[in-house]
């Protein structure tokens, strides 16, 4: 039987002299147009923006929750069929004498740190306490708010929404681009991964749209991201002493302190993505991870460290026992009390987790894909979508874990319930410590957080201009690096100001519902290339014989 050869070329026209040369037009200026419109919207109609951001977040989080629930198990068994399918699993990311181009501790530093790093200091601490005081097993009575008999439910929750789940739209995005753009040659953009299903066509208009949406959910998840950041990076600041100008009378963070904290972040990130990937965005992800092993060690010493390893081991069995109910349940009201409140539960946490991994996905999958080229299909589902959920768990049960264990022994007395999520760890980290070594340690959180801060949204601005150069990893020109920092920069603080973080919130649930349809076409394509692979491989072999 004669199948037809792969798609090995895929022209992408880019312009070839002036402000644009080497980008595509229409890509470029059409997601500088839908970002610049965002930001002016939010800053001239407030009201308005915010008003209409809130009527599609409902309709989206109402009427598309089952799709959330069930495209989001569908990649953990792709990727589960991918490892473990022989013809899959040993192909590389690449020609077959391909060797990885970073190490395996800067490969998984540069892997943690862009896709998810900057979230352990804020919800390792934060998430497992609100579990801990109510998640779907209180709603339903199974179990009792702010009781022992709750506490590896909290795991439960936390490690569902920050593992396996999360790391496998990653993990499928990742794959689907290092696949057709170092083993089949395409360029690496977000178009090249469905070249099975539309083929040349993707040079055109299509192609076009399926990256502009790319890269607005990029900016959309990595702004979520950057809130979150950004609210906490203004509490350490306040906490070391910088000044209580930075917050409102609320304790959160002050219009100035938000504008002070963007500027600083994406000031760095900006220079940083100058650099490139092999200098600023290593030599940073190589930091944060040596200093996150330094504050990690110290919740494992210093901490509740018998609590801790019971919430690691005891939560990952109830957590893994129970996936495969909880990747598949999607709640309905039923016209009752406990179903109206799973329903909101359920929209709060999980549909908006998945929404956000999503939407991150493009920015995290294609530099996952750009880091990864040489390594084998096995090799990247274990270290993408494995090894840093087990660190996502490790960091949630040391650090959650002292937390949890402080309310119940009545050392803070409500002290960490009581504050803004961002400042959990440092109120936790006041109850553990003397104030000078815990001004010390707020100065170590902070710097953290900024180096990944960093990390993620420098890797965020270079994978921006890849797509829009069309997918040309070489060196981009400066001003374009410089509009996209600008670009994420004013998205924040702009949504910020004008909404909080709800804002931000809103509008990433919204972006991310166009991008998980191309995922899941992501994730078609490549089962069809690998399987037709396949089928040459044998009609070759028949043809020797």
Known sequence: MSIKPPLTDLP???????FYSGFSVDVTISSKLAVAGLVLWAVAFPEQAGAVLAGFNSFILSNFATWYVYVMAAFVIACLGLAFWPSAARLKLGEDHDEPEFSRFSWFSMMFGAGIGVGMLTWAVAEPIYHFNTNPDVIQGFASSKEMDNYLNAYKWSYLHWGFTAWSSYAIAGLGLGFFAYRRGLPLTIRSSLAPLFGERLSGPLGHVIDIVAVIATILGVAQMLGFGVEQFVSGMARIGIGDWLLNEQGTASSLGIIVAVLIIMGASTLSALSGVGKGIKWLSNLNMVLSTFLLGFFLIFGSTWFGLNALFGGFWTYVTALPEMIFTVYQSNGSETGDKLVGWQGGWTVFYWAWWVAFAPFVGLFLARISKGRTVREFVLGAAIAPAIMCFVWFSFAGGT??????????????????????????????????????????IVVLLMTYLVTSADSAVLIVNTINAAGDEGPKARPHILFWGAALGLVVGALLLVGGLKAIQTAMVIGALPFSIVMVLMCIALFKAIYRDGLRERARRQAAE
């Open 12 to 18: 992408i026209k880019t312009a070839d002299r002036g």
């Open 403 to 444: 937390a949890i264990d402080l309310e119940l022994n009545g050392t803070a007395n409500g002290a960490i319930f009581s504050v803004p999520d961002g400042d959990k760890i440092f109120a936790m980290t006041d109850l553990m410590l003397s104030p000078v070594l815990s001004w010390l340690m707020a100065v170590l």
